[in-house]
């Protein structure tokens, strides 16, 4: 923890808490630690149970994500207060448990949109990576019923798998890109030069274009 409150710069500070994080740590600086200590699972549980977000990341990057039961990975995640640890702990440690699907399944159900959010973004990895037995019509009913007026990490959350869909899933395209089109989310979203809108019908256009360049 006396490393991690020497490696705290202002400036970093400064422009997480524009996003929602309360740490000021490099996080390139942050992986060089983890890259030190390596994997330490009762390291990783008492670097969370501290509740300081650099702590917690640090965590993520040195845990052994199997090692943690679906019960613990739900009370992490409801426990996750910030941006980046709830993001960390979804992608690297969720995604990788035996418990994924189940704990998709819940929380999509979830009543809390930003433990929804995490069930979005598995199912969002299902869409790209396992699709078999799921109903992507359906996530599209879903998605068309409900994005436009979802909080803000919820709703980004819809609109990755609403993208994900149309640029992997060439039968369903037409339709996430009509559905795109009609909701209008993030489509006046500020995008720098060289990077991709987030709205979806340019997201779904500009990905599947690539991947004819490329020959996927």
Not at 112 to 127: C, F, K, M, N, Q
Request: hydrophobic share 45%; aromatic share 4%; glycine share 6%.
């Amino acid at each position: 923890m006396a490393e991690l409150v020497a490696l705290e710069d202002p400036r970093v500070r400064a422009v997480n808490e524009r996003h929602g994080d309360d740490h000021g740590v490099n996080l390139g600086r942050l992986r060089a630690v983890a890259k030190r200590l390596r994997t330490q699972q009762e390291l990783a549980r008492e670097l969370w149970a501290t509740g300081d977000s650099a702590a917690r990341l640090l965590a993520l990057l040195v845990c052994r994500p199997k090692a943690f039961g679906a019960d613990e990975l739900d009370g992490m995640l409801r426990e996750a207060r910030t941006p980046k640890v709830h993001d960390w702990l979804v992608a690297y440690v969720v995604k990788k448990s035996p418990h994924a699907e189940r704990l998709r399944l819940a929380w999509l159900a979830d009543p809390d949109p930003v433990v929804a959010s995490a069930g979005w973004a598995l199912t969002t990895e299902r869409v790209a990576r396992k699709p078999d037995g799921l109903d992507l019509a359906g996530l599209l009913d879903v998605i068309e019923a409900e994005m436009r007026d979802a909080p803000d990490r919820l709703q980004w959350a819809m609109n990755h798998c609403l993208a994900q869909i149309g640029i992997d899933h060439a039968g369903h395209r037409d339709r996430a890109i009509a559905v795109g089109e009609r909701l209008a989310v993030l489509k006046d979203y500020p995008t720098p030069p060289g990077c991709t809108s987030p709205y979806a019908p340019i997201w779904i256009t500009e990905m599947v274009r690539r991947q004819h360049e490329s020959g996927v």
